[in-house]
């Protein structure tokens, strides 16, 4: 009976301890009104992946939304539209820096600043 009951014992304090250590995380979706193409897709995904605390990247350019999974404990909702902003595109409220905005390829910006107007990018 003691055997068990130590058995019992060693396995709650080891389920507790699995339970402690996974960090908390949130899901987010950022709109992003100035992502138009697999380039813009692709730039963003590889910039956000590079901060520390996102652990999840996906940006739809067809429906100008991106979702981002993060740790909330290493960064949080407005660094990561703050990243998206410094990657030269709208994130929500938050505008594009211009600095990098100049920097992105003329197909990936917007149609009054030289862009494509037609599909394949949608640029609007």
Not at 19 to 42: D, F, N, R, Y
Not at 84 to 110: F, H, M, Q, V
Request: charged content about 30%.
């Amino acid at each position: 009976m003691k055997t068990i009951s130590f058995l019992i014992s060693i396995m709650l304090t080891i389920s507790c301890h699995v339970t402690a250590q996974s960090k908390a995380s949130l899901m987010i979706k950022v709109k992003t009104p100035t992502v138009g193409c697999e380039s813009c897709k692709s730039r963003i995904e590889g910039y956000l992946k590079r901060h520390d605390g996102v652990t999840y990247v996906l940006v739809n350019w067809k429906r100008k939304e991106t979702t981002i999974k993060y740790l909330k404990d290493r960064i949080d909702s407005e660094e990561i539209k703050t990243a998206i902003a410094n990657a030269g595109y709208d994130a929500d409220e938050i505008p594009a820096t211009e600095d990098s905005y100049k920097r992105l390829p003329i197909t990936c910006k917007k149609p009054k600043d030289g862009g494509p107007a037609k599909f394949p990018n949608i640029h609007q």
